[in-house]
Structure formats: structure tokens, C-alpha cells
Nanobody, 117 residues
């Protein structure tokens, strides 16, 4: 079992910045990637970004250039730096840790981000 905990959400003005953190603990062997999805009210959950165990990153087109995902291997933690935030209303950001093969994916409880205009 992998325990995933997010932190860093909150209220920020449009154009501002916020950094989310996600720490994985427990059975963290064979974690292939960690990253973030987000879900706004009434909308489907969508992938934002992820980073693999080799350091490869992937971003949704809508956030490229504004979001940077990074990791601290020693702390089993990934960070998502979000800049130039848009006033898109509230969204919950969910961190995930995905294992190799059939190891499954583990999700955090989510952290809310609200960007005000």
C-alpha cells in the first residue's frame, strides 16, 4: 500500500503562483511515476502533469509553460510549481503514484486550488 498526501493548495489571485507538494510513503518500491490530476466542479478529472522515475516529464497542453513538475527522490516527494495562474475558479488537485506493471495507482485526498480574478 502506498500512502499519498498532498499539500500546498489555497486561494491565489490570477497571475499568481502556488506550489503543490505530494509525498508518498509506505510500499514505495516500483513507483514508475507520480503526478497530478485536477477536477473542477462539473467537469471531468484531467491529467495535469507527471514525472517518471527516470525524470521524464509530461504536461497537458493547457499548462505547458506555466507549470513545472519536479521531484526529490530522497524524500519521495514531487512538487508542482504553478505560475501565471488563470482565474478558472476552484479545482481540486489530486496527486497519484503509479506502480510498474500491475502494481496499480494510488491517490491522495486532493488539495483545493482557487484562483480568483
Amino acid at each position: 500500500q502506498v500512502h499519498v498526501v498532498e499539500s500546498g493548495g489555497g486561494l491565489v489571485q490570477a497571475g499568481g503562483s502556488l506550489r503543490l507538494s505530494c509525498a508518498a510513503s509506505g510500499n514505495i518500491l516500483n513507483i514508475y511515476s507520480m503526478g497530478w490530476h485536477r477536477q473542477a466542479p462539473g467537469k471531468q478529472r484531467e491529467l495535469v502533469a507527471f514525472i517518471t522515475s527516470s525524470g521524464r516529464t509530461n504536461y497537458a497542453d493547457s499548462v505547458k509553460g506555466r507549470i513545472t513538475i519536479s521531484r526529490d527522490v530522497a524524500k519521495n516527494t514531487v512538487y508542482q510549481q504553478m505560475n501565471s495562474l488563470k482565474a478558472e475558479g476552484p479545482a481540486v488537485y489530486y496527486c497519484f503514484a503509479m506502480k510498474t506493471g500491475c502494481g496499480g495507482a494510488y491517490w491522495g485526498q486532493g488539495t483545493q486550488v482557487t484562483v480568483s480574478s
